[in-house]
């Protein structure tokens, strides 16, 4: 069982950047033994891959519309995800979301995962 809690969102202007944090607290399996991801959700639209990273974190991806913007990482001794995001335009306005998943397998698609936080507004004015 893992309960996620975002933090970090909030109201930034085109070009500029935000750190979102995802604190774990995990029971019968430590972090570090959890894929992480990062997911986004605009009104009427469906869930998509932001990110995600392999236990160690030596294994990332990254949808193409974030590449080279965003950067995920986490801090295993800290139980914590982050998603550094530069750069930021109109079009990330979105709801993220952190979400881990059991497997070893770093996955790309929503259904994987098994847990979820419930989530952090990001918004960018042009």
């Known amino acids: 069982q893992v309960q996620l809690v975002e933090s970090g969102g909030g109201l930034v202007q085109a070009g500029g950047s935000l750190r979102l944090s995802c604190a774990a607290s995990?029971?019968?399996?430590?972090?570090?033994?959890?894929?992480m991801g990062w997911f986004r959700q605009a009104p009427g639209k469906e869930r998509e891959f932001v990110a995600a990273?392999?236990?160690?974190?030596?294994?990332?991806y990254y949808a193409d519309s974030v590449k080279g913007r965003f950067t995920i990482s986490r801090d295993n001794g800290k139980n914590t995800l982050y998603l550094q995001m530069n750069s930021l335009k109109p079009e990330d306005t979105s709801v993220y979301y952190c979400?881990?998943?059991?497997?070893?397998?770093?996955?790309?698609?929503?259904?994987?995962?098994?847990?979820w936080g419930q989530g952090t507004q990001v918004t960018v004015s042009s």
């Open positions: 995990a029971s019968g399996r430590t972090f570090s033994t959890y894929t």
């Open positions: 979400a881990a998943d059991g497997a070893l397998v770093v996955t790309t698609l929503p259904g994987k995962y098994d847990y």
């Open positions: 990273i392999s236990w160690t974190g030596a294994t990332t």
